[in-house]
């Protein structure tokens, strides 16, 4: 059943509308004069969505499994695939078990390092709904596998899922204040999300519902909307490199964990909440960092500054990257194994390069040429055409001499 399973395509379909109200949100920032986004950290954002997209076609055969093989030996029930309260139900079940996995992604360090990436972002725009992490589907889905006992069809968990990430995109704004009493009282809204995005101390895990903030009421880490937020980590991540955005906080437990004072203190590493630091040496006693007070007004956003040229430069290449991503992920089904992966390792090694290029970094010098290069290789198997590889050749080229009139930029040393 696995073999032949084809995944409901909603969250591809609904993307052109994700720009759509991403620009209608640029446009209410404009004539409100406020600046909503900013290129620099836009591009990180899409970045990350475009690699949780990628890397989740490889990830997904993990969830599934365990899925289809509770489903198909131990489910209590078969609801019908057709069922109209079965839909209804599973909707409400899925947003139940995502509250419990988005609360413990925020309460245990080793889910954290999964989820973290969505928090990274210092802006609060619809964009930033699209930054969401590449390895967190690794451990996600054990939250999950209570639907499949119930009887829920895995087409229906699965477009369940979508449906609520597709309802989550839209929370993802400043533009919007209420959606009146009732509304705000059910529903996961744009003034609750705030509140969870934000490191204000009073706000720090709170407001873990997907589409109905319920959950959070019941469970008592609902937080009403009351200062100014302001947006990212605690610990800031200071960088737009979509590949280190993935694994820093991965990387911080393990040396956490290498670093702690006995075998049970570098286990609990994994198992604590963010903040939580253990003892280093005999004698020493672990402490938790409390969530330092911070002042929307003198708070400074990392926003390194680039040439105009190298900032179009980026922008134009992004562009063409993020269609060729779209693109593949609509033909996913007309791209056999080995296209596959090298469309997942070019695109990631080109927004890789990227985000060095807008941190200023020189190592796009070296970079960039190989990335260039690499989609030669990348292109060679979608086709043999000469002409076709002529004419990306020589575009590399000329993406080459533009590149290196702006390298005066280019000033940061490797991280």
């Known amino acids: 059943m696995l073999e032949n399973f084809k995944a409901p395509p909603y969250v591809t379909f609904a993307i052109p509308f994700f720009f759509l109200l991403i620009f209608i949100e640029m446009g209410v920032g404009y004539f409100r004069k406020k600046e909503y986004y900013r290129l620099n950290d836009s591009i990180s954002d899409l970045s990350l969505g475009i690699l949780s997209q990628l890397w989740g076609i490889f990830l997904k055969g993990i969830s599934l499994f365990g899925y289809f093989y509770l489903y198909e030996n131990y489910r209590l029930a078969s609801i019908p695939i057709e069922s109209v309260l079965g839909w209804a139900a599973c909707i409400i079940l899925w947003d139940f078990c995502y509250y419990w996995f988005h609360r413990v992604s925020h309460e245990v360090n080793i889910f954290w390092a999964g989820h973290v990436i969505h928090h990274t972002s210092e802006e609060y725009n619809l964009i930033v709904a699209l930054r969401q992490s590449g390895i967190g589907g690794l451990i996600s889905w054990v939250f999950y596998l209570p639907l499949a006992l119930i009887g829920f069809h895995p087409w229906v968990f699965l477009a369940a899922g979508q449906l609520n990430l597709i309802y989550q995109f839209w929370v993802h704004t400043k533009a919007v204040k209420s959606i009146g009493t009732v509304g705000e009282f059910i529903l996961s809204t744009p003034a609750h999300h705030r509140v969870h995005h934000a490191i204000n101390p009073k706000y720090i895990d709170k407001n873990h519902g997907g589409i109905f903030i319920i959950w959070d009421r019941i469970f008592g880490t609902f937080q009403k909307e009351e200062e100014e937020c302001v947006y990212g980590t605690v610990k800031p991540l200071a960088s737009f490199n979509p590949i280190w955005a993935n694994f820093q906080y991965l990387f911080e437990i393990l040396r956490l964990s290498w670093k702690a004072h006995g075998v049970i203190n570098k286990i609990k590493v994994f198992f604590k909440p963010p903040g939580w630091i253990p003892p280093m040496k005999e004698g020493e006693t672990a402490v938790f960092l409390s969530p330092p007070p911070v002042d929307p007004a003198r708070y400074k956003k990392y926003d390194p500054q680039i040439s105009k040229g190298l900032r179009v430069y980026g922008f134009s290449w992004f562009v063409l990257v993020l269609v060729l991503s779209f693109a593949g992920l609509l033909f996913l089904g007309k791209m056999n194994t080995n296209q596959l992966i090298a469309l997942t390792i070019w695109v ?21 040429p190989f990335r260039l290069i690499l989609g030669v290789i990348a292109l060679g198997f979608f086709t043999q055409e000469p002409t076709v590889l002529a004419s990306y050749t020589l575009f590399v080229v000329i993406s080459l001499v533009a590149f290196y009139q702006f390298k005066s930029s280019l000033v940061i040393s490797a991280r």
């Open 348 to 368: 990631s090694a080109s927004l890789l390069s990227f985000g060095w290029i807008f941190e200023g970094r020189r190592i796009s010098l070296i970079w960039e």
